[in-house]
């Protein structure tokens, strides 16, 4: 048949706790969508974190991610850690998309922030071989092999610890609107 090809689909893999999604995550959403050569993003929130990190509940990251992200054409926020259950694993949900997606070609969209947990994630070397990464610097973050600071320095971390303390006007800066209206609705991270 003339005109068809079988081109590979290349998909940018951005897992995480998202918890909460704020604007470093929409922006490297944002940047690897324009700058690198991959067709779509998949955004894969944490359903049960490895290292045990409290997170709010799953369905409510999961529409922070979709209010937060999934507005932009190329962007899909994936359930596929809750359909396999249990502890959250890259490597497992990697080669799970792989068996069900061979028409796929994945990179690891990560910033550079979690190039030094890369040794403490179950077989980052099969991780690596599946979707090699794609790193993206971040302000703040001086690790080996990290590359050139692109991303803004703001980390969940902060951003829960500006929730608790209510300083609303400075999280409008940081965290998407809709995420905020999301978080204060709920009573998240409170």
């Known amino acids: 048949m003339s005109g068809v090809t079988n081109r590979m689909v290349r998909v ?11 604007v470093a995550h929409v922006l ?15 955004v ?3 359903f049960r974190h ?8 799953y369905a409510d990251r999961v529409e922070m991610c979709e209010r937060a992200m999934a507005w932009m054409p190329g962007v899909e926020i994936s359930r596929v850690e809750e359909e396999l259950g249990g502890e959250s694993k890259t490597l497992r949900t990697l080669e799970h998309l792989k068996a069900a997606h061979p ?6 969209l990560m910033g550079a922030d979690l190039l030094a947990e890369a040794p403490r994630w179950f077989r980052f070397d099969a991780v690596q071989a599946i979707a090699p990464p794609m790193v993206l610097g971040r302000c703040g973050v001086d690790t080996k092999d990290a590359p050139p600071p692109i991303l803004p320095a703001i980390s969940s971390t902060d951003v829960r ?16 609107r809709e995420v905020i209206a999301i978080i204060r609705a709920r009573g998240l991270y409170a």
């Open 103 to 108: 028409d796929w070609s994945m990179r690891l």
């Open 44 to 46: 894969v929130p944490t």
């Open 161 to 176: 610890t500006k929730i608790a303390a209510q300083a609303w006007d400075e999280l409008a800066a940081y965290v998407p």
């Open 12 to 22: 940018a893999f951005f897992g995480g706790s998202f918890n909460p999604p704020h």
């Open 28 to 42: 490297a959403v944002a940047y690897a969508l324009t700058t690198q050569e991959i067709d779509r993003v998949l």
């Open 50 to 57: 490895p290292f045990a990190k409290p997170l709010a509940p």
